[in-house]
């Protein structure tokens, strides 16, 4: 699932990248605040945890073995953000060090295991973890957590124009669905098992030791209503890509796409600056303008989060 | 991934420790000319093979500036072409066979970019230069402690998993899941106490809650000209 460089086309890259420096920013501060300096090590180590998980294989069928991918584990023991904090780092090492996901993919990345993986794994808990059905609800985080981060990432690559039939698409779902179940089944033989040893390590989603206020408690409703839309939109890209045809009829009917095309073609259209008319300079240059483009956006959004996060922090 | 883990990333990281001109160059010139390169390689859409077969050049002379194995650089970048050729396969299966062969060459040699960056920058300072760029700090601390101890837990994963293959366990898939989800937990444990023991150690060594700066590195001349020339020549390329 970790998408590789080249194969999304750069709207698509580049958007998620803009999304996710400012998202992986507020999310840093809010791991970090109110909480003694042990976490970075802590983070890190159980980052490192995620990473040997990969080597104990889990027996699931004659010949075939699962193994755990964490996100959902990490949110129920640390808290959601620092989850999505030590998920970034893994990411980014993974595709820093071991070429295990792309370098400009590594916003989409983030977004689809580390921000929503996350999110989507501890939704579950956060709603029925502190009851009776703690169980289902570990169940459901896992599979959550897989199902949401492989359908985005089935979308994105449906958008970048990988044009996939309904045969391939159905295989995928299949293989993501199974291994989304086994993922979930893994999480609650790990937590449980995590409980015979260390019986407080999973956090009570309600309790006040809780890192970050149980927003989700007092409302569930945004949060569902934001990843039900999400994942709905992520079916309807799909669909779409199968059926481009009938799409793009009702699109052209309706004038929308038309629009749309306008809209994903005006900034810097295509790579090339109108202004310039020069193919070789004009080429260059706009490239390079999109690189300080899509740099200078990241800087100023993270740096306008920051400034809030840190007056927050002060008038506390 | 599995067993080689230590040993592939012992290899990168003593090939990060080199003393060439490329090495020497500040970490964030070589992020600039990176990302430069990246994206030269995502936008391409016209003649493809001529302009890969060009960027793959221009990279293999990087790794023989940096007196780095370029054959060992070829084979490591080369552990992204399973999962490039699952999506090559689905490319193909759609009838875009043509586009499949261009999406998996900017695949690979989008990684062997990063493999270069990363094998002539020590992975300090690697984040040093992201943090100088902006990235937050916070996050580059969890990802410094998470490198320094990838050498260490999927070692003991390792052994476990050896232990467990020498008690000659050959349990079925129900108890086999059991044992496993206890390793993991075993696995879990010990590094949380770990994590506790690291945070104690340096406290003990007087940690005052703020590292260091990561590195203080000055962005000289040589960096500035690197970069602009490193970042000009695969948009130069392309337009051949």
């Known amino acids: ?31 970090q605040r109110g ?97 009776p059905r703690r169980r289902l609800a570990m169940f459901a985080g896992g599979v959550l957590s897989v199902l ?50 260390q019986p407080r390590a999973a956090r009570h989603p309600a309790s006040p030791m809780h890192l970050e206020k149980p927003r989700f408690q007092r409302s569930p409703l945004p949060a569902m209503i934001g990843l039900a839309a ?42 090339h600056a109108s202004f310039l008319q020069s193919d070789v300079g004009g080429k260059v240059l706009a490239g390079l303008a999109g690189i300080a483009l899509v740099y200078a956006a990241c800087v100023l959004v993270g740096r306008a989060f920051f400034r809030r996060a840190v007056v927050r922090n002060r008038s506390i | 991934m599995q067993r080689a883990v230590p040993r592939s990333l012992a290899s990168l990281d003593s090939w990060s420790r080199g003393s060439s001109a490329l090495h020497r160059f500040d970490p964030r010139a070589k992020l600039i000319a990176l990302l430069a390169l990246l994206v030269a390689v995502a936008t391409a859409n016209r003649s493809i093979p001529r302009f890969a077969l060009a960027v793959l050049l221009f990279l293999v002379a990087g790794f023989l500036w940096a007196r780095l194995p370029v054959a060992g650089a070829l084979a490591r970048a080369a552990v992204i072409l399973p999962f490039v050729a699952v999506l090559a396969a689905v490319l193909w299966i759609g009838g875009q066979g043509e586009r499949a062969w261009a999406l998996a060459a900017k695949s690979y040699l989008s990684a062997l970019a990063a493999l270069l960056a990363m094998a002539t920058t020590p992975l300090p300072r690697l984040l040093g230069g992201f943090e100088k760029l902006g990235a937050p700090r916070f996050l580059l601390e969890v990802a410094q402690f998470l490198y320094r101890y990838l050498f260490l837990l999927p070692e003991e994963a390792q052994r476990m998993r050896q232990a467990a293959a020498a008690r000659s366990m050959r349990p079925g898939i129900r108890e086999g899941f059991r044992a496993a989800a206890g390793a993991l937990a075993v696995l879990f444990a010990r590094s949380y106490a770990r994590a506790g023991a690291i945070h104690h ?14 590195q203080t590195a000055h962005f000289r001349k040589a960096d500035a000209v690197f970069a602009v020339v490193a970042s000009a020549v695969p948009w130069g390329l392309r337009l051949l």
């Open chain 1, 1 to 31: 699932m970790h998408i590789p460089d080249g194969f999304l086309s750069t709207p698509v890259w580049a958007a998620l990248d803009i999304a996710a420096a400012p998202s992986v920013a507020y999310i840093a501060r809010r791991a």
């Open chain 1, 35 to 131: 909480f003694e300096e042990s976490r970075a090590p802590l983070l890190g180590v159980l980052g490192a945890f995620v990473f040997a998980a990969q080597i104990i294989n889990f027996p699931v069928g004659p010949g075939t073995t699962a193994h755990l991918v964490g996100g959902a584990l990490l949110s129920f023991t640390l808290g959601p953000a620092a989850a999505s904090v030590a998920m970034t780092a893994i990411l980014a090492i993974q595709a820093l060090v071991f070429q295990d996901g792309g370098v400009l993919a590594l916003g989409t990345n983030i977004v689809n295991m580390a921000l929503v993986g996350v999110a989507a794994g501890y939704l579950p808990y956060a709603l029925w973890g502190g009851g």
């Open chain 1, 148 to 197: 949401s981060s492989a359908l985005l990432a089935l979308s994105e690559l449906a958008a970048s124009g990988v044009k996939m039939s309904g045969g391939v698409l159905a295989t995928a779902m299949a293989l993501f669905f199974v291994s989304a179940i086994l993922e979930g089944a893994i999480t609650v033989a790990v937590i449980e098992a995590i409980e015979r040893i």
């Open chain 1, 230 to 271: 999400l994942l709905l939109s992520t079916v309807g890209v799909l669909l779409a890509s199968t059926q481009p045809d009938g799409i793009q009829r009702l699109g052209e009917r309706t004038g929308i796409a038309a629009r749309v095309r306008m809209l994903l073609h005006t900034p810097l259209s295509n790579y």
């Open chain 2, 201 to 214: 150690a340096m406290l003990a060594r007087g940690f005052n809650g703020r590292f260091p700066e990561m």
